[in-house]
T-cell receptor, first 116, second 115 residues
Framework: AQSVSQHNHHVILSEAASLELGCNYSYGGTVNLFWYVQYPGQHLQLLLKYFSGDPLVKGIKGFEAEFIKSKFSFNLRKPSVQWSDTAEYFCAVNPGLSGGYQKVTFGTGTKLQVIP | GAGVSQSPSNKVTEKGKDVELRCDPISGHTALYWYRQSLGQGLEFLIYFQGNSAPDKSGLPSDRFSAERTGGSVSTLTIQRTQQEDSAVYLC?????????????FGNGTRLTVT
């Protein structure tokens, strides 16, 4: 069964600082990778996703993530954070199997607090 | 358009009582998922529906938990004889298909507090 690890549970940054949130997964086959974000008082929403092709994917609000297959990682980055990026970030994986049901597994989340 | 709707948004119940949580997915979405979000635990998978059937119930924590989906639309998660450890936010998500590239669309969740 697949699993997802997010090692940073709580990150505090000042505005304009650079951000990198770690995500590692365990699954031997092809995977599809997601980052979801939950802003305070709002529902979880998709930030970006990787299925195939260019391992560097860009999402909304200036976020990007890089899939490194050899490291089983899909770290989230942003060059310069804003106060409005304060939220909880979840990495998720599902097996890249064709057809049928794929279970989506989430990490434990990273709370990001950006100080103005 | 309308997103995933969950009700109630908050539920406080006494230990030992039964509760029902409702999820109304996005129209036309065939896949429906229930997750539980507890402090420091991330999102814990509970159950998945494809149409009205539940091919994966592996995440239900005990036989006190059950879920059904009728008409390929609304789903109800029932917790019988609630315990304090059931306190959490219960999230519902739907997806247009089970395809591996279909992201999940989440509701706002139901915050359950068992006193």
């Amino acid at each position: 069964a697949q699993s997802v690890s997010q090692h940073n549970h709580h990150v505090i940054l000042s505005e304009a600082a650079s951000l990198e949130l770690g995500c590692n997964y365990s699954y031997g086959g092809t995977v599809n990778l997601f980052w979801y974000v939950q802003y305070p008082g709002q529902h979880l929403q998709l930030l970006l996703k990787y299925f195939s092709g260019d391992p560097l994917v860009k999402g909304i609000k200036g976020f990007e993530a890089e899939f490194i297959k050899s490291k089983f990682s899909f770290n989230l980055r942003k060059p310069s954070v804003q106060w409005s990026d304060t939220a909880e970030y979840f990495c998720a994986v599902n097996p890249g199997l064709s057809g049928g049901y794929q279970k989506v597994t989430f990490g434990t989340g990273t709370k990001l607090q950006v100080i103005p | 358009g309308a997103g995933v709707s969950q009700s109630p948004s908050n539920k406080v119940t006494e230990k030992g009582k039964d509760v029902e949580l409702r999820c109304d997915p996005i129209s036309g979405h065939t896949a429906l998922y229930w997750y539980r979000q507890s402090l420091g635990q991330g999102l814990e998978f509970l159950i998945y529906f494809q149409g009205n059937s539940a091919p994966d119930k592996s995440g239900l924590p005990s036989d006190r938990f059950s879920a059904e989906r009728t008409g390929g639309s609304v789903s109800t998660l029932t917790i019988q004889r609630t315990q304090q450890e059931d306190s959490a936010v219960y999230l519902c998500a739907s997806s247009p298909s089970t395809g591996h590239n279909s992201p999940l669309h989440f509701g706002n969740g139901t915050r359950l507090t068992v006193t």
